[in-house]
């Protein structure tokens, strides 16, 4: 909840600003205080809570699973085991019903897409100020101002990270691409379709649209939809406390679903994406 | 909500991710998965094999049981019979035994008669001569009517 002297603007500013690490325009590098210094470090900076929450949430996926993939046996599985093997079932099922190719890479793909994205997503739900005003309160501990220790706590909010996840699928794209079809098949496919060759550059355009649009639309969705969540999420904490519930709580609810979807709508192109660039007849 | 380097440790991020997923989770679980339906599997067949041979073996030993069962009224029902035919042998040589018995007895018997009755002829036949030579002591020469009496004695 915004402190006294806040405004209502100012309290959701300092909530969508990342903890920015980076080289100030003088040359040294250190976190920007505000959103302008923010700004001004241009492309050499890091998001510091992005890549610390993707990298702690992408770890603890990955060392739950690595603990059941080595507890895996013959015998009946229990408890925990369970859960990740339906996990791995349904990603089974998903891949088998949408990629026809060959290739042991495209599964774990979509199993890291998915729980990845799923966790960060669900960092959403973790209500909007518990680790913000901790961080602030840590912060402090260290001689900071509170006022310009920033955290935004959902990597999927942050479009670097929606945009990093979807440039590496594009560039599984491209390069699955030219090793199933040849870089002349790749080429061809995105010149001499669907108008024939006398139509080169319209087709070009058309293809080359088409192409690009895949990246920017598994990013922007998933930015987007996360934004929106937790920008409500933001204005509901804006209510009086006792009344916050009323909103917020409802819209957590509906949320799970937003969460999931997004995380299964990610993986899903994931997958129909990974398809198409190893199909060779067009 | 500034573009910058957090884009590329991101992607370098997903791919490390990517990679050791491919490299340490998604390989043993699958495998784990596939051979436990694979063990099932052969479970139930096992156990639908294990069912037939079963009711195999059943049928097999009734049919067993029941082909002992006949045999062993067939042998019993043998051994009275020749127990039969053994008895009547039996009773059959026993009678021809007593037959022949009865018969040996008979002849000795009559040959007994036969004996016992030439000596009560010659005895007679001696007795009468004595009581012929006492009541005839000088008419009758003993050498000249020897002949009638012997002949007499004999028709005796």
Redesign the interface.
């Known amino acids: 909840m915004a402190s006294g002297e806040l405004t209502s603007s100012a309290y959701i500013k300092h909530h969508?600003q990342?903890l920015?690490y980076?080289k100030f325009p003088d040359g040294h590098w250190g976190f920007a205080e505000n959103a302008i210094e923010?700004?001004e470090?241009?492309?050499?900076?890091?998001?510091v809570d992005?890549?610390g929450f993707?990298?702690v949430l992408?770890v603890l996926?990955?060392f739950l699973?690595?603990k059941?993939?080595?507890r895996?046996?013959?015998?009946a599985p229990s408890g925990f085991q369970n859960f990740?093997?339906s996990i791995?079932?349904f990603i089974?099922d998903n891949v088998r019903g949408s990629f026809k190719g060959q290739n042991?890479?495209v599964?774990?793909?979509a199993?890291?897409?998915f729980i990845?994205i799923f966790l960060m997503n669900t960092m959403d739900l973790v209500p909007v100020d518990w680790l913000p005003v901790l961080a602030q309160k840590i912060g402090e501990l260290f001689g900071a101002d509170p006022h310009h220790v920033y955290l935004k706590v959902v990597p999927t909010t942050?479009?670097?990270?929606t945009?990093?996840?979807s440039?590496?699928i594009f560039?599984l794209i491209l390069f699955y691409s030219v090793k199933e079809k040849g870089l002349g098949g790749f080429v061809g496919e995105l010149t001499l379709h669907p108008f024939g060759k006398w139509m080169l550059p319209a087709n070009l355009f058309l293809e080359g649209v088409n192409l690009l649009a895949k990246p920017v639309s598994l990013a922007l969705r998933l930015f987007g939809n996360m934004y929106a969540g937790e920008m409500i999420f933001i204005l509901c904490a804006l209510l009086p406390f006792w009344i916050q519930w009323s909103l917020s709580l409802p819209w957590a609810i509906f949320h799970i679903l937003i969460v999931t979807l997004q995380a299964f709508i990610f993986m899903t192109l994931v997958i129909v994406y990974m398809d198409m660039a190893h199909q060779k007849e067009h | 909500m500034n573009i910058n380097l957090t884009l590329v440790g991101e992607t370098i991020m997903f791919a490390m991710f990517v990679w050791f997923c491919m490299k340490f989770i998604w390989p043993p679980l699958v495998e784990a998965m596939a051979a436990r339906k694979k063990s099932i599997e052969d479970g139930l067949q096992a156990a639908e094999r294990g069912k037939e041979e079963h009711a195999q073996a059943k049928q097999n030993s009734e049919e067993l049981l029941a082909n002992t069962k006949n045999q062993a009224a067939d042998i019993i029902a043998n051994a009275d019979k020749q127990a039969n035919v053994m008895i009547d042998n039996a009773k059959g040589a026993a009678s021809e035994e007593a037959d022949k018995i009865k018969v040996h007895a008979k002849a000795e018997l009559d040959q007994e008669i036969v004996k016992a009755r030439n000596e009560l002829k010659g005895q007679v036949s001696t007795l009468v001569m004595r009581g012929v030579n006492s009541v005839l002591e000088k008419e009758v020469d003993a050498k000249t009517h020897k002949d009638m009496l012997s002949k007499l004695s004999k028709s005796l």
């Not at chain 1, 470090?41 to 998001?47: D, L, P, Q, V």
């Not at chain 1, 895996?72 to 015998?75: F, M, N, T």
Request: glycine content about 10%.
């Open positions: 969508l990342n920015t980076g923010a700004k470090m241009g492309f050499m900076a890091f998001h992005t890549l993707s990298f992408g996926f990955l699973f690595a059941a993939a080595k895996a046996s013959i015998d990740v093997e791995i079932d089974d042991p890479m599964a774990p793909l199993l890291t897409t990845w942050d479009p670097n990270m945009f990093g996840m440039i590496g560039l």
